[in-house]
């Protein structure tokens, strides 16, 4: 399994100026876990690269949406409210 659906990738990738990491605009389902680290297989070989995600919306799991994150999910909120 990977990140998700590669969308595009940065030129300074594909013209290897920059060798210590690659950029790229990938498609992430966010109700999905979020990988930290994946395996690269290489001519032989198994790399296990880190992963940062840069521009990450905030996501609730609880409503399944972005635009907000669990820690200020209204719906959380008032179900609490509510047992007390
Ligand atoms: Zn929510």
């Known amino acids: 399994m990977g990140l998700g659906t590669p969308l595009t990738i940065d030129e300074s990738n594909l013209s290897r100026r920059f060798g210590l990491f690659s950029k790229m605009l990938v498609d992430v389902d966010l109700s999905s876990k979020l990988f930290e680290t ?7 070989h198994a790399l296990s690269i880190n992963v940062q995600y840069e ?9 399944k949406i972005m ?5 200020t999910c209204k719906k959380i909120l008032i179900d609490d409210s509510i047992a007390v």
């Open 67 to 71: 635009g907000h994150s669990i820690q």
């Open 38 to 44: 994946i395996m690269v297989e290489r001519e032989g």
């Open 55 to 63: 521009k990450l919306p905030p996501f609730c799991a609880q409503c």
